[in-house]
């Protein structure tokens, strides 16, 4: 699949990756990830559109009587999987890094 | 805002709306968040609009063309995309071109008010090379962010210009 993996949409993937099957609002998601409105909610469009994140609109229910709905995002299972992934492919990259430090500093490279 | 938004982008304009309420409603997250979230979806919509436009423009670029989309997923092929891509390139540049052209009676008067006269070689330092110049930084920024045709497009008469400005003065 073919998404622009910014730092910043690695923060987001993460973000859903810790709870995968709970709705999560767009501003929580702001708050956790420490992301502004403006580059949010763009890469959530993004990953919207490519059917790795599921968006629905709050139901009324007795804890939010009167106040508007909220829109709800989490992912598919196809995003799940991506994210997972991503996840594991840059954990398989980074394991060479601690290594490679330890060279570097055993021959006064680092 | 709303009636402005493609309609594809209706319904995450409404959630940033819905979001907004919930932000103005909850006191201990104040007012300058509430601020600071409508300015930022403000941004993320504006941005929204001019990729709808930019898209639509595109299509209709294709369509003048005859170029095709690919039966897979409703997108251009990567011939259709790259020579899109290109002739973007031609097209931005060219219009920067014909703006410095326009300017360059302007940047003549400014030189002049600093005591430099119009001559062939001030006409080339002031107006052609910084035109030379952006273009080509233009070009290798696009270059780096994967947008070679475009970058490839900017260049073509960028070059062409620069040919002609050396066998101008190669024949003097």
């Known amino acids: 699949m073919k ?9 987001i993937l993460e973000a859903f990756l810790d709870h995968p099957a709970d709705w999560k609002y767009g501003y929580d998601l702001s708050r956790s990830t420490g992301l502004k409105s ?7 469009m ?17 804890d939010n009587l009167g106040k508007p709905p909220r829109h709800m995002y989490r992912f598919t299972p196809e995003g799940m999987q991506f994210a997972r992934e991503q996840r594991q492919s840059r954990a398989a990259s980074s394991v060479g890094s601690p290594v490679l430090n330890e060279a570097q500093n055993l021959w006064g490279l680092g | 805002m709303l009636s402005l938004t493609p309609a594809e982008r209706r319904a995450w304009v409404e959630a940033m709306l819905r979001e907004l309420d919930f932000i103005g409603l909850d006191q ?4 300058w968040a ?26 209709q670029c294709a369509n003048l063309l005859g ?28 219009a920067f071109g014909v703006v410095m052209f326009l ?33 080509i930084g233009a070009a ?19 070059a062409l210009m620069g040919a002609h400005v050396v066998v101008f003065l190669a024949s003097r």
Not at chain 1, 46 to 62: F, I, N, Q, V
Not at chain 2, 28 to 31: F, S
Not at chain 2, 142 to 149: F, H, K, S, V, Y
Request: aromatic share 6%.
């Open chain 1, 3 to 11: 998404l622009k993996l910014s730092p910043q949409t690695l923060l």
């Open chain 1, 38 to 44: 403006g580059t949010l909610y763009p890469i959530l």
């Open chain 1, 46 to 62: 993004r990953l919207a559109d490519r059917k790795l994140l599921e968006t629905a609109w709050e139901t009324s229910g007795p």
């Open chain 2, 28 to 31: 201990k997250h104040g007012d």
């Open chain 2, 34 to 59: 509430a601020l600071f979230w409508a300015l930022g979806c403000t941004g993320a919509i504006f941005r929204e609009c001019l990729r709808g436009l930019g898209a639509w423009l595109l299509k």
């Open chain 2, 67 to 94: 170029i095709r989309p690919s039966e897979e997923g409703n997108k251009m092929n990567s011939t259709g995309k790259k020579t899109l891509g290109v002739l973007t390139g031609i097209g931005i540049a060219l």
């Open chain 2, 103 to 135: 300017l360059r009676n302007v940047i003549a008067d400014m030189l002049l008010a600093f005591g430099v006269q119009r001559s062939t070689w001030s006409h080339i330092l002031s107006v052609i090379l910084p035109t030379e110049l952006i273009v």
């Open chain 2, 140 to 158: 290798i920024l696009l270059w780096r962010r994967q947008r070679a045709a475009v970058a490839i497009g900017l260049l073509v008469p960028a």
